[in-house]
């Protein structure tokens, strides 16, 4: 096919391209700028020149007010632990589960060279929870205000769908409650009392993980997000979840 | 008679192979006894970050007089209980500061991970029970 001839077809936009297939098109340091003739004609150009890059998320509207969601500035990560210690106390974790957790990995920073890097993980409270649309007895739901991903105790008959339906691993029977219980940005025992900050973002020294009202143009999370030449990411974006957790560095 | 073989013969390269170890260690602790070999590990303000005296006097080409008693005093634990080992003072130009300035070394303000092991690192070094499930 010819330049002209592609120039006269109809831009169907990258967005109905699968992220996993834009991430392979980035990798390669290229950047789908268009999709013609149902993907089999691709629009490309050099990442080189592209600023900020949100992979694998949507920035169209945020559907919550407050729209609470969390940046994680991971490389800043020093795995203390205050933020799960914070937790625990704050929501009276037990030992055998958690609702924030840190990861840990090595990775490639040369020929034979790697480096320690630590990863905090939480619910991502998602847009499109696979864990609330697996749940039979909407014991989990998104909150309408919020969009907290919430637990109803009393509704969880502990059949652990939703542990086996989460992406990211964020839910565990808790033994006492009789149901599960997750991260839920510290609604009862903090925000709902007046709280700015859920108890590991305001726990943690090194402000690895910022707390805020995502629809609000003024709060951190907006800025960081926003911010042109920031690289933000989330977890397995491929699942379509469209979690409020994102994740960059510096 | 293959099998038996073969384990005699393993056993017996085994046992060359930990000789080897050991009389390779001897020798380093005959050359430098001078510093401590094992890595220090400080918990105060945030646990944990390493400090290993090896590498930074056979790689980075480091002597005792380097660092003691100026940047730190020689006596263990000196610098966590001044109330001053903080990243702030490191930007500062105190303590690890004083090299890990972006110049003569990495800046302290980045690669945090390499010096901080977390909790995570602190239990592999301990050996405290129930790390390894922490790992997944």
Sequence with gaps: MKIEDLEKMRNEGPESLPSEERRKFLKMGLVVTGVFAGGSVLSLTSARNVYGMLEGIQLKHYPYKPHYSMVIRQDRCIDCERCKEACVKTNNVPEYGYRTTILEREIPIGPEETQREFMPVLCNHCNQPPCVRVCPTKATYKDKKTGIVMMNYKKCIGCKTCMAACPYNARYFNEEKRAIDKCNFCFDTRLSKGEKLTACAAACPADVRIFGDLSDPESRVYKLIHEPERVVWVLRPETGAMPNVYYTKG | ?136
């Design chain 2, 1 to 136: 008679m293959k099998k038996k073989l073969a384990i005699l013969l393993g056993i017996m390269m085994m046992s060359l192979g930990v000789q080897g170890i050991i009389s390779l260690s001897l020798a380093e602790d005959d050359e430098e006894a001078d510093y401590p070999t094992e890595p220090i590990v400080f918990t105060q303000p945030v646990k944990a970050v390493v400090f290993d005296h090896k590498i930074h006097i056979e790689d980075a080409g480091l002597d005792c007089d380097s660092c003691h008693d100026d940047i730190f005093e020689q006596a263990a634990g000196t610098a966590e209980e001044n109330g001053d080992f903080t990243m702030k003072s490191l930007y500062e130009g105190k303590y690890c500061g004083a090299c890990h300035d972006g110049d003569t070394a990495f800046a302290s303000n980045t690669r945090c991970a390499v010096c901080h092991i977390g909790v995570m690192g602190y239990n592999r070094m301990h050996k405290v029970e129930g790390a390894e499930s922490e790992e997944h």
